[in-house]
């Protein structure tokens, strides 16, 4: 299972790779507020928990960097609903 997302902020995007594909969360920043707009995680990665390690990966990082959190992609909504310790984060 990887474990490393990483921010690509020229694409406004996180990104998580695996079996040479690549998962991705997009969003749009604000000062002080991330909205995540939209995830995509490849058809031979779904049903792996890809999605969700990339949305913990991304929301850890928006703790880390003191960012306020929009859900506008019903996924990063979903995995917040189930995660009650991001709920520090919305805005």
Known sequence: MPDTVRDNPALSR?????NGHTAVAYYQRAPGVITFRHTEVPSEL??????????????EAARQQGLKVVAKCPFVAAYMAKHPEFNDLLL
């Open 14 to 18: 996180f990104e998580l790779d695996l």
């Open 46 to 59: 779904s049903g792996h928990g890809i999605g969700s390690t990339l949305v913990r990966g991304a929301l």
